[in-house]
């Protein structure tokens, strides 16, 4: 009926219905692709966590319970610490260092996207000043940094920002690196700004391998912060509560905290870096 009226009135209106209807199956098939990989996203860290929690059981049986305790000794205890204000205030500070440190690595990076495009001598200079110094272990530069900054946050900062910088900015070369170059010189043709060649052609290149540097920087800052802060001996944070606990032999509080810190990563990783996938790159699910 409704193809029989577009006829009457007018014929053209079907070729508006096709592409119209064309509009909405892509849509569609958009919406699907993203809830598939929600949902499949959610199976994978199900599954995941079924199998750590099924290992760290089978090794309590073999394991004195003083030394390695069962998750069903652990697991229990987390409503009694949630209870605690210093349980929280751990969390928190440990959040905020990692959060901070991180946003100060990637703020560095992106000052050195546009002259690293520009320029391919500079872009090897950083390859190679990347590739010597990201062999040091992050946590190695911390009496050199309590001499610099004093103790406190300061060093476990410098800590978590020269963690992540480094997986930044080698996938900032990577996907600079596979620009397609016809890509450029053809919006360049037609006359775009360099703000437009960076917003329209660099940019949405680049962003799927930035992604992934960022999901692997978040995780080595991660691992960072925790061991600063035990090797500062700090009192706070999540690595100073393991330090204390490990000291005076309390294994459930160091296996509680390191459940936590494990259930903060996979939430930070599911809410922030998948969601960012989701939301920038739902065409590749498609």
């Known amino acids: ?51 750590i929690l099924l290992t760290w059981q089978v090794a309590s049986v073999f394991l004195p319970g003083f030394l390695f305790p069962s998750p069903a000794e652990v697991l229990p205890q987390l409503p009694t610490a949630a209870a605690q204000p210093e ?8 959040l905020v260092q990692l959060l901070a440190g991180f946003a100060i690595a990637v703020v560095l990076v992106s000052v050195l996207i546009w ?41 476990v900062l410098a800590v978590v920002a020269v963690a992540a910088f480094f997986p930044l900015s080698l996938s900032m070369i990577g996907a600079i690196d596979h620009l397609n170059t016809l890509h450029l010189d053809a919006v360049r043709v037609l006359g775009a700004s360099q703000r437009q060649v960076l917003r329209r052609v660099v ?3 680049m962003l799927p391998t930035l992604l992934s540097g960022a999901q692997a920087g978040f995780g080595n800052a991660w691992r960072s912060l925790i061991a600063a802060q035990m090797v500062l001996g700090v009192s706070e944070g ?7 606990a490990s000291q005076v032999g309390d294994m459930t509080t160091v296996l509680l905290d390191v459940t936590v810190i494990a259930v903060l990563a996979a939430g930070l990783n599911v809410w922030l870096f998948e969601g960012l996938k989701r939301r920038f790159l739902s065409w590749r699910t498609a």
Do not use: D
């Open 203 to 205: 940019v949405p290149e």
């Open 115 to 155: 002259p690293t495009l520009a320029s391919l001598p500079f872009r090897r200079y950083i390859g190679a000043f990347t590739g010597i110094l990201q062999a040091i272990p992050p946590v190695a530069l911390i009496p050199l940094l309590v001499l610099l900054l004093g103790f406190g946050g300061a060093p």
């Open 1 to 51: 009926m409704l193809r029989q009226m577009c006829e009457l009135f007018n014929p053209y209106k079907l070729h508006i219905l096709s592409t119209y209807r064309a509009r909405v199956h892509i849509t569609a098939v958009f919406a699907h692709g993203k809830n598939m990989t929600t949902r499949s996203n959610l199976i994978a860290y199900l599954t995941a966590l079924l199998s």
């Open 87 to 94: 349980f929280w205030e751990a969390v928190t500070l440990s």
């Open 238 to 244: 999540l690595g100073g509560s393991i330090q204390r």
